[in-house]
């Protein structure tokens, strides 16, 4: 058992160095890591690439220093025709790190137009 004499200098200087430490450290994570760690990271501006065929928004990404890549999800759309990219994420106009991924979606087209697929079939059955 320590005496309580000599525990009270010691837990007001505990207390002090501890709220020393945690200044310190929101100081650095706050101001200091985010000045380094971007400080070497080129940026680059994300183009909209909705409307595309893939091929030709792959090139245009990879001109700008990114990644594409194809969602495996599709959607209806009545605007964008079938095969054409109808979403992207991140957004165009988001600033991203060099080589970062894009990935977007796919047009089904109209929603019930028949398709290949569809067409192909309807044709046998007959």
């Known amino acids: 058992m320590v005496p309580r004499w000599l525990l009270r200098p010691v837990i007001p200087a505990l207390i002090l160095w ?4 945690l200044v310190a450290f929101f100081v650095v994570d706050w101001f200091i890591m985010p ?3 971007g400080r070497f990271a ?3 501006t994300v183009p909209s690439v909705i409307g595309m065929e893939p091929a030709e928004a792959e090139a245009a990404l990879k ?3 990114l990644q594409f890549s194809v969602d495996t999800l599709t959607d209806y759309s009545r605007v964008i025709p079938r095969g054409r990219i109808l979403l992207q994420r991140p957004d ?3 600033v991203v790190k060099a080589d ?3 990935w977007v979606t796919l047009s089904r087209g109209r929603a019930g137009a028949p398709g290949p697929a569809r067409s192909a079939l309807g044709s046998r059955v007959r």
């Open 100 to 102: 970062r991924r894009i």
């Open 63 to 65: 001109t700008r220093g």
């Open 35 to 37: 000045a380094v760690a």
């Open 42 to 44: 080129k940026t680059i």
């Open 18 to 21: 501890l709220a020393a430490l």
């Open 92 to 94: 165009s106009g988001a």
